[in-house]
């Protein structure tokens, strides 16, 4: 951390500074530029709040120099984390790109079990699909709940899929961790601590999705709780931003990707379904997120998207995502990787 | 709802969007302009995700007519909801502007009971203060729980001051009830339907915050949720957004005060504390929003902001408060209201 | 500025950047931490492009210290700078705030006449007006040109008002100064450097709208242009950004006001009109920003804003404006200021 | 348009919005729906500000149906527009993808010349460098003008490159013409209309960088005027969104590419340097840009990122570019294109 005085600070604010930093544990390192007086403080107290220096008079601002996060850093782990994903110990950051599809919502037996068989096919390893679905209006379909993670089930039995499927409540993790392989943070719970903390006592795979206006510190600060509660399997979903762009419903931050791997080891991966929010834009944007060097991809795929109880505007059918297979499979193997 | 055929569209591909607007139960009206043929959809369903029919062939866009919050707008309720608050009934919005102010968290007795005090005799109508923090960093100071409730409650006893405190978690609702007269949302939260649903279940007026990137339609839904389960008391509070500005934590949309008085009777109460994140722009933000038409405050007010553990840099000390309670009051008489 | 280096830095690499930095005409602090090194520079070299150290092996980030602008800032004058506004010399920056209203463009000699002795009455001290009309569209009104600029100067004679209007490119400067007492520069513009030369080499006021998604240092930067060609006359006006929010045209971001307070002493204009985009909101933020410190207020006023050639849904009528400098009034006294 | 009446407007308020209509020439169609009247206008007048009508009494909003553009639009021109670029006629817009590299500025002959041959050998078609900066601080450095201009020539004379420069004012736009192959419009000048014009009467490509906040329909518009003005060679080159992200200096929004395919026949070119600000980013994005159909790549090298005047963070090295021209060719032809 470093503070910077104002101009004209006198000795005796300085002074107040460095006993501000001594009270937390730090040193101070006084540098008298030409300027400005710049105080550093040496030591690693990372949990303190100490923004609140810049209350102190004469204080122009705070500026942070370590990274909140530890142990989703790079600087803890170096090598990737590699997470070995459903029946078939998939690799999530392996050389191989882990594809995920399915419905926004279970809706019925017959739309779950096809998608999962036309996706298998396809190629990909996952299913995804909601069955309590965190909806923003109360009058929205809210998912079948445990008949739907029944039928989630019953479509890995017949395909091999993995399951991954949202876990909205505390108070579901035990069912839910019962039928999924992967545990989905969705984006606005992407900060609810207490759900954090949750399913990182549990020993399922979890798919941390960003919120959708959360910094990169946020994100990997959500993703420390995680792993400080015990679970070190946490796969880092980018599902788009909130800007001021209306030919999408969210901006998908592709550079996160580059991002991500300068600063933490666990698998990043894609959603280019929410990250958009139209399904004409799913295909290109699935194509550059592989070139980028995502480790997977979740895409939102329904049998009849037209008449979907939610997300109906951003699927593609399965017909489109059998295609695309073969078009992300080319592009992975023009940047050393496979699907 | 409006459908946007593109140029072209044949007359069965028209057909057949007017076949799944039937399917929603909605009756079409197709008007042929010179460019486009638009199809107009009567009747109310809110609840549908229509936007799926954007994934109908030659279908350009869907433009939604209704606003979908029905409870929380001014449709259904024309005059200004009032909610009473604590022991003395205080009116929030009403004609007087209600003040809350405190600390981001309870440290200390000391601290908690100082601050009520000066709050009190300032002419403060609430006592903020959190027990349960929601904190970015798992190795963040997490609050007193249980303790720093009854140090609230023995806050109140001593200044008649109302409490208002942040419910993080369902588990923790019964117990923040005993002791809280306002129950608060915290903008992380949201959009946590179950606990929406919770609180909306309890008879405690409830402070919900915006989102940081919340829309409007998003943040009165979640009132919508609340009213739903059955509390009509919601208390819409601005707490600022998240923008590309760096001057600023976040950038505090006063807008909103007007936008909100347009589609809803629910009392609106602004934040300059998190709204803005520095203490020093925080006095000229209240008197803005009270000229804006704001019916509350809510203030983090420490008596040693430098040494506080959460917030201290948009923290303003006790004093700074009674000064600024004097031109809060005269900024509202200029409006025709009070303190 | 502070170099951050990587953990892990060799001592080589920390001294290639000492070279680096000495190459600049800066001398090097090297403090070393317990996790990271970082090399503090000494000196003020403002106009170099030191984030090119950012490409050196191992270096994590760099932070300025220093804000980049000079003669705009506080540091170099630290009274507030009164600018005097047309024939009566107003003085924008003292007590009392300057009100300019006035149409988006000049359409006709009833339209502008109208308006700027409606104005007057209500005690505005300035007109707004476009003679020359930079238009998103090539197919929308462009202006009236030099009819519009002599409209303008009948109707200060008429009214005593000063002329505030755009000009939009270099060859009109000449021309517009004869007309104009303040030269505004639009927000579209702001960084059009060649363009804030030519006005920073006239003598006349101008009024510098914010870019809608400029940075206050960028804002600040480009007053800076002007002041360096050798015009101190620079009235800073903030009109709403461009976020994510979609029930205002433009987010106005009012802890503008408090901010360049606290680094500038250049006098601060608010625009409710773009900074809403909706006739209805543009009392209270009118209330608003003047509570919260605003030197002026622009606001568009046309007789018949639902025939406005253009901006008319952000435009008030000429009645409304009389009740609503009432109203300023008494907001403005609240803050010990004056209209 | 449509225009949405609130509920409970009156048949005569209902009636004086028709006038209105009619008076744009526009003719009106009633819809009584269950909650709201709406009037749906038809005919084609792009021009007026219809948003106006918002201002009536009891009008909710006016929603705009047509695009605002027409000669930029796919319903004017189906078939993709490629543009010769240079003397050997390289069509871009075509299959094969256009690379530009180059240095922020040009800052010296050997600069120059050496990235230009080390272009020109990785298979660039184009040389970028800056004769004249348009730069946010007064104090920064601003190009060597002609000077530079005559080093771009040359290099061109050495390598074959097109070379592509920026042009800031009118006054430039004779002399630039005579030494460039391609005229740059800066993302600061992507809304300077008279700047548009006038690139629009020359003959030469013009690639237009969309302004950092610019709207998609904005970014067609400020096309529109360079076509209408008679210049149909116009390139759209994306270059990062300013959003709330700090871990890059834009955001690189490559759904655009989707986006204007379905919208535009131009060609669309992609600038990873300024779209991410930092040079560990730029390999990912240009790979992610081809993938996702971009025609070109706009990229800053420069021999001595680290000494570079400006952009310096953001500039790859020549050796760097040169493997990165591999990956590009390999995707490129994972997509079915080539370098």
């Known amino acids: 951390m470093i503070v910077v005085m104002k101009p004209g600070a006198s000795k005796s604010q300085i002074q107040h500074v460095v006993h501000l930093i001594r009270e937390y544990g730090l040193k101070e390192h006084i540098i008298h530029g030409t300027d400005r007086t710049v105080v550093a403080c040496l030591g690693d107290k990372r949990a303190a709040d100490k923004g609140a220096i810049e209350n102190a008079p004469m204080v122009e601002k705070v500026v942070p120099i370590l990274a909140p996060y530890k142990m989703a850093s790079l600087e ?167 800007t001021f762009e209306a030919y999408v419903r969210n901006t998908l931050s592709l550079a996160i990707i580059p991002a991500l791997r300068e600063r933490t080891h666990l698998p990043i991966v894609i959603d280019p379904s929410h990250g958009t929010g139209y399904a004409y834009m799913v295909p290109s944007m699935c194509l550059a997120a592989v070139a980028a060097g995502a480790d997977g991809l979740i895409i939102e795929c329904h049998p009849d998207p037209q008449r979907a109880v939610s997300d109906g505007a951003q699927s593609i059918t399965p017909d489109i995502l059998k295609g695309l297979m073969e078009k992300i499979r080319k592009v992975a193997q023009a940047v050393d990787r496979d699907v």
């Open 76 to 242: 803890v782990k170096k090598d990737k984390t590699q997470i070995p994903i459903g029946a078939d110990k998939f690799l999530l950051g392996g050389t191989k790109i882990g594809v995920i599809a399915g419905p926004c919502a279970v809706e019925s037996r017959d739309q779950i079990l096809q998608t999962a068989r036309q996706a298998a096919e396809a190629g990909c390893i996952g299913l995804r699909g909601g069955a309590y679905k965190p909806r923003t209006s109360p009058y929205s379909y809210q998912g079948l709940g445990t008949e739907g993670l029944k039928l989630l089930a019953e479509a890995r039995r017949q395909t091999g899929l993995a399951v991954v499927t949202e876990v909205v409540g505390l108070e579901q993790i035990e069912q839910v961790c019962e039928y999924a392989d992967v545990l989905q943070i969705g984006a606005r719970n992407m900060q609810h601590y207490p759900l954090l903390e949750a399913v990182g006592h549990t020993q399922k795979p979890v798919l941390l999705k960003r919120g959708m206006s959360a910094s990169l510190d946020e994100f990997l600060l959500a993703a420390e709780y995680i792993i400080n509660a015990g679970n070190p399997h946490v796969i880092l979903c980018e599902r788009g931003i909130r």
